[in-house]
């Protein structure tokens, strides 16, 4: 999508909106010139070609580019003359007006300011062009108009014909911007679905509890024979058991309503999602409409013919991958003529057509995006191949030797690998199959390549279909939930602690005969330790052959399917971490970025700074401290209760505000918290509540410390289950001490 199409439309200058809509026609046109050349439904191209020609020329005319009005209308009656049989088709004639579609857009592309002086440095060359023209007009049969063609495509599918008028009065033209923030309103959609499932899941707990409390009261009714109850007690006993029945029928019957509601909403998210997703994709034959003229004009250079083979056009691929596809594809497609391709006398030697095949096709397969790019030419001399990587000394010639064609064939994308000899403007540097490997390792695909000797060599690219949701792996580090890419994981693992060995001040394991280099997570991600919480250690296995890192998690969380939230672009490139994503609860959870992860531990191991991993042993130590979580948002407050704790020996983390204290509480371990009552986000009280609703923590004490001292707000606290209240205008050091002394104990165990 260009620059242009991430502004409102309602803001563009009409000399933006002519450079759209140059943009647009000259994709038609380019398509619909190399189409001639085919001698494929001559006249229908021509009609669309006289349509976009004379379109152009209009709107030229309206922002007064009197060199783009020219250059349309010479092209119009080019075409008109061509439709007439007064003109012929000729290789030169294309090569013209292939570069009068050139000129338009670069005319197209200057400033009013200084457009005269761009039309006088450039009328040699606009005379040049209609002069060019004029004369291709007057060699009526000179050239054949059935010339073997440099390029010629072939579409499985046939292309949608040019919308009527009225069907284009049909296509909104939305900015990309607007799209990503109504995909997110969809996937906020998707998440709060998933909380619905979570809250339903506890009312059914609820449901189970208030059973029990039934049960209980039946039994105690049981247990007391009415004849030894007096008559108030009786009727007190009757209208508890009568009270805990209306309150259980009214909680069935609002729990098949919220049922019923969850179900339809569950439809209508998904329905929502889908179809905003929908919008996001575009068939494949928008993301490869200048691959045509490319082909054609590299053929040329190299004195080669080629016939373009494409397949799944419609394809439907998600808009961001297929913005990325395209350098890649560029250059698999420039790899496959130049090193691929045999000039037609080498391949009618050997017994081929003249002309080679390049096939490029799209199509999903077991969810995933899959695009091939094919040629029918000289193959991969696995020889060559092997000495090459030897002479480059990549490997030594015994393991070269010992190598498979599919391990040999991994070289190629190595950065500045090729096996040309010298370097020309199509390829010899070796860059090409680099930027592929690197954009397809960006969204988490991955590519492959098979060869045959004589044959030709075929590379298969395999994405997602879309980068809006990911796949991850959720985990637990310093108390915060992290999300890693699936398709970026290696292996996650549980591994006994005395597996975990030492070698020359670093720590490994053992995996599969592979030592493997073991780094704590969040020493990479610069937080503080966690105590280890069980015997055996989470690791997260990243990387490949060529360098594996164990990565030490605090504990696994399940996988997960996350609606991708990218980050606020103010913050800049935010180290080790991708994007972001909304959990269940609303909650927000970091997207690692996998990559830039490697590189901070490799960063870590050159240095040599890297912490040590605490063992069994040093796991029972540190859980013998009691830990404290300190919520409020006065930084002041906040770190005098920390300091005063921590000198007691307490283990103490901190929260900003009852959001923050409740993400931490959800996914830690603590002995108290200590909560301030006014604070953004969540107050203290409702911070309170939800601890006390959950039924792994109702039990925890909680402390209030607020400058609240009135005694309704004392109150207002203890009702909501507060164990203590005390305020900050009358505490002491020691009263803070006593109070967390009083209801915890000592700190340690």
């Not at 200058?13 to 943009?23: A, K, N, Q, T, W």
């Not at 390549?449 to 985990?475: A, C, D, N, Y």
């Not at 507060?722 to 009263?735: I, P, R, V």
């Amino acid at each position: 999508m260009s620059t242009t199409d991430l502004k409102g439309l309602s803001d563009l200058s009409i000399l933006e909106l002519f450079r759209m809509e140059v943009e647009t026609q000259a994709a038609i046109l380019t398509e619909g010139v190399l189409g001639l050349e085919q001698d494929a439904d001559v006249a229908s191209r021509l009609r669309e070609l006289m349509r976009a020609a004379h379109s152009l020329k209009g709107a030229a005319r309206i922002v007064g580019r009197k060199s783009a009005v020219r250059i349309a209308h010479a092209m119009e009656d080019c075409f008109v003359a061509v439709q007439e049989k007064k003109q012929a088709l000729s290789a030169g004639l294309i090569d013209a007006l292939l570069a009068g579609i050139d000129l338009l857009t670069r005319v197209a592309q200057v400033s009013d300011e200084a457009l005269e002086a761009w039309e006088a440095s450039q009328r040699p060359e606009m005379e040049t062009f209609l002069t060019s023209l004029l004369s291709l007009a007057q060699t009526v049969g000179e050239e054949s108009a059935t010339s073997a063609p440099i390029i010629s495509v072939e579409k499985s599918e046939p292309s949608p014909p040019v919308p009527a008028v009225a069907a284009a009065d049909r296509v909104l033209r939305i900015t990309a911007d607007n799209l990503d923030r109504l995909m997110g309103l969809a996937g906020e959609a998707l998440v709060t679905q998933r909380f619905l499932d979570d809250f339903a899941a506890d009312l059914l707990r609820q449901k189970r509890l208030q059973h029990q409390l039934s049960q209980v009261l039946e039994g105690l009714r049981e247990m007391l024979p009415e004849a030894s109850l007096n008559e108030r007690t009786a009727g007190r006993l009757t209208e508890v058991r009568d009270r805990s029945s209306d309150c259980q029928r009214s909680l069935v019957d609002r729990m098949a309503d919220f049922e019923s509601f969850r179900r339809r909403f569950a439809g209508f998210s998904g329905r929502l999602y889908h179809e905003v997703l929908d919008c996001r994709m575009r068939p494949f034959a928008d993301g490869i409409q200048g691959f045509q003229r490319m082909l054609r004009d590299v053929a040329r250079s190299l004195g080669k013919t080629v016939r373009l083979e494409v397949k799944g056009e419609s394809t439907a691929v998600d808009r961001e991958i297929l913005e990325r596809l395209q350098a890649p594809l560029d250059h698999l497609l420039r790899n496959s003529l130049d090193h691929g391709i045999e000039t037609p006398a080498e391949r009618q030697a050997t017994g081929k057509p003249a002309g080679g095949l390049l096939q490029l096709e799209a199509c999903h397969s077991a969810g995933m995006l899959l695009v091939t790019v094919a040629d029918d030419g000289r193959g991969m001399d696995s020889e060559a191949l092997r000495r090459a990587v030897v002479q480059k000394r990549l490997t030594t010639l015994e393991t070269a030797q010992k190598m498979t064609e599919a391990e040999l064939l991994e070289f190629l994308f190595l950065p500045g690998f090729t096996l040309k000899e010298s370097v020309s403007e199509i390829s010899g540097r070796g860059v090409g199959l680099d930027v592929v490997q690197t954009m397809v390792k960006e969204v988490g695909g991955r590519v492959r390549v098979s060869s045959q000797k004589g044959h030709g060599i075929k590379f298969q690219v395999e994405l997602p279909l879309t980068l809006s949701v990911v796949r991850t792996l959720l985990v637990e580090i310093a108390g915060e939930p992290y999300a890693f890419p699936l398709a970026r994981i290696d292996r996650a693992l549980k591994l006994p602690r005395e597996r975990i060995k030492s070698l020359q001040g670093r720590q490994h394991f053992v995996l599969e005969d592979e030592r493997i280099g073991l780094v704590a997570a969040h020493q990479v991600l610069d937080m503080e330790e966690s105590p280890p919480s069980a015997a055996e250690a989470s690791i997260i296995v990243l990387g490949d052959k060529a360098a594996r890192y164990g990565l030490l998690i605090d504990r696994f969380l399940g996988e997960r399917e996350l609606v991708v939230r990218t980050l606020d672009p103010r913050l800049g490139k935010v180290k080790n971490i991708s994007s972001a994503a909304l959990m269940p609860d609303g909650s927000p959870a970091l997207i690692i970025d996998v990559d830039d992860l490697k590189r901070s531990i490799e960063a870590l191991v050159s240095s040599q700074r890297l912490s040590r991993i605490a063992s069994d042993t040093g796991r029972e130590a540190v859980q013998k401290r009691k830990h404290v979580l300190v919520v409020d948002d006065s930084l002041t407050v906040r770190e005098l209760e920390r300091k005063l704790l921590a000198g007691r020996g307490y283990a103490v983390d901190v929260a900003v505000d009852g959001m923050d204290g409740w993400n931490a509480v959800r996914t830690g371990h603590y002995s108290l918290v200590v909560t301030d009552v006014d604070m953004p986000r969540m107050d203290g009280i409702e911070l309170l509540k939800l601890i006390r609703k959950d039924s792994r923590l109702q039990s925890l004490p909680v402390m209030i410390v607020s400058y609240k001292d009135r005694q309704e707000d004392r109150g207002r606290g203890l009702e909501a289950g507060a164990d203590y209240y005390l305020t900050k205008a009358s505490f002491h050091d020691e009263t803070l001490l006593q109070v967390v002394a009083d209801l915890i104990g000592g700190s340690e165990s």
